[in-house]
């Protein structure tokens, strides 16, 4: 936004000013973080005063800054420092309502230099005033121009893409679930936190002396979950996959063993869970910043996929976003280029994965490739090299070249970027709820969150 102020001089009783302003629920964590005042009463999730309403009541000196933005930015604008403020607060403004922030010059000292204002704050949707009172202000003497552009931005590490994720899953019913070797902390944790939150039912499958040491170091209960004894890990994922065939469980959720060990029975050409397509690995991202969730795939499982594969990665991802709520799923398919290069595999492969879609090879989505990953995901870099397509800067899936460039693009959204991450395999005839042992609850919750969405889309809502 471009500033421009009014100096002293150009001042006059009744000249007026507005500036409207929807308040978010980040906005009042961005004031608690900054202001220090983490009153349960001002956030989102919190019940301040017991009575099992969230409040999300924004604080009386947050409508205050209102004020001081009008002031600061219009009129008088840039330049313009406060001497005194005095505020009536008639009624509460919530997190979602948008405000309207009004000053008008009620008089200009000359001798002082001073101007005093009436100063407003009111509710679109009624009118309602819920703030009066008037400013002393000390108006500047010199012109100034400002670009608000240039002042750093701030982003609010708060996992909401997770957060809807997990309202959506808890009414379903909670999805029977074969935890292998739940054997230590986090996953024992992980497994109990998620049936706390009604998401799955597990079935814990393994040590079952260490599983009810660990559940007792947690200071947790296990009455009413099935344990059964499995020692060995090799035995453990054996039994869940037969379970899943015999109609006992409806998830597979790795716990504290190798990726392989898990897998390889479920793998099996005649015992195992195999569905018609290549097993392939999702990680379903909440980027802070980031306006809807953001999956990459292969990041776990297939090396150095081919074409073929490549489409089941690609299906896979689609139908997982599809579950998840993403109408239609925008696909880019990523290399280091946006052109398609021969000496360049990569770039092929995503020209011709982008193509198959158009055919109907590739079903539910909107597949475009290749993109390099800056005009994927940023509208601005797709524009600057002139790629026009409803994917380049909206890519909500991202297909990666191979295990290598997944793994990397996983781990620095999450250490750099600061996102969650929820693992899934896709391609068995049930979700593999694959957690890494660096996970936080959050990710371990949304992990199951994912996996009961994707298993209540695919049984027909028939839980």
Do not use: W
């Not at 949707?125 to 012109?143: N, R």
């Not at 054996?238 to 109609?247: A, E, H, P, S």
Request: with cysteine.
């Amino acid at each position: 936004m471009r500033i421009e102020n009014k100096t002293f001089e150009e001042l006059a009783p009744g000249d007026r000013a507005e500036i409207r302003r929807l308040i978010t629920q980040d906005d009042l964590i961005v004031f608690a973080n900054v202001s220090g005042n983490h009153n349960p009463m001002h956030l989102f999730d919190q019940d301040g005063d017991g009575d099992g309403v969230n409040e999300a009541i924004a604080p009386g000196m947050f409508l205050g800054s209102l004020i001081s933005a009008v002031l600061g930015n219009i009129l008088p604008g840039a330049g313009s420092l406060y001497h005194s403020q005095d505020l009536k607060f008639e009624g509460r403004a919530h997190a979602g309502e948008e405000l309207c922030a009004r000053v008008k010059v009620k008089s200009v000292d000359p001798v002082s230099r001073r101007v005093v204002m009436e100063t407003t704050i009111d509710r679109i949707s009624d009118g309602a005033v819920l703030v009066s009172g008037t400013a002393c202000i000390e108006a500047p003497d010199h012109k100034l121009h400002y670009d608000s552009r240039d002042l750093p931005g701030l982003i609010v590490q708060r996992h909401r893409h997770f957060e809807k994720l997990l309202a959506l899953a808890e009414p379903l019913p909670a999805l029977k679930t074969a935890v292998v070797c739940p054997d230590e902390p986090n996953s024992l944790g992980g497994a109990l936190l998620a049936r706390q939150h009604t998401i799955i039912d597990p079935i814990l499958v393994g040590d079952a002396a260490k599983i009810r040491a660990v559940a007792t170091d947690l200071g947790q209960t296990l009455d009413g979950i099935e344990v059964i004894d499995a020692p060995a890990h090799r035995d453990a994922a054996r039994m869940c996959v037969q379970m899943v065939n015999d109609g006992k469980a409806q998830a597979l959720m790795k716990g504290h063993l190798h990726t392989d060990d898990l897998l390889r029975p479920a793998l099996d050409k005649q015992t195992g869970l195999r569905a018609g397509r290549r097993f392939t690995h999702v990680f379903v991202m909440d980027v802070p910043g980031l306006s809807h969730p953001l999956l990459v795939s292969d990041a776990a499982i297939n090396i150095a996929p081919d074409l073929k594969t490549k489409m089941d990665i690609c299906q896979n991802a689609i139908d997982l976003a599809i579950s998840l709520g993403i109408e239609e799923p925008k696909v880019g398919v990523l290399s280091a280029v946006e052109t398609v290069n021969p000496d360049m595999p990569s770039s092929v492969d995503a020209a011709l994965l982008s193509k198959m879609a158009d055919r109907g090879q590739i079903t539910g989505g909107l597949v475009e490739g290749p993109l390099a990953m800056d005009n994927a995901i940023d509208i601005a870099a797709a524009r600057t090299k002139g790629i026009k397509s409803p994917v380049a800067g909206r890519a909500e899936v991202l297909v990666v070249p191979n295990l290598d460039a997944g793994n990397m693009l996983a781990k620095m959204l999450t250490y750099v970027s600061h996102a969650e991450g929820a693992g899934l395999v896709l391609g068995a005839r049930v979700p593999i709820i694959l957690n890494s042992r660096a996970d936080d609850d959050m990710a371990r919750l949304a992990s199951c969150a994912v996996a009961a969405l994707h298993h209540h889309r695919l049984s027909g809502g028939k839980g």
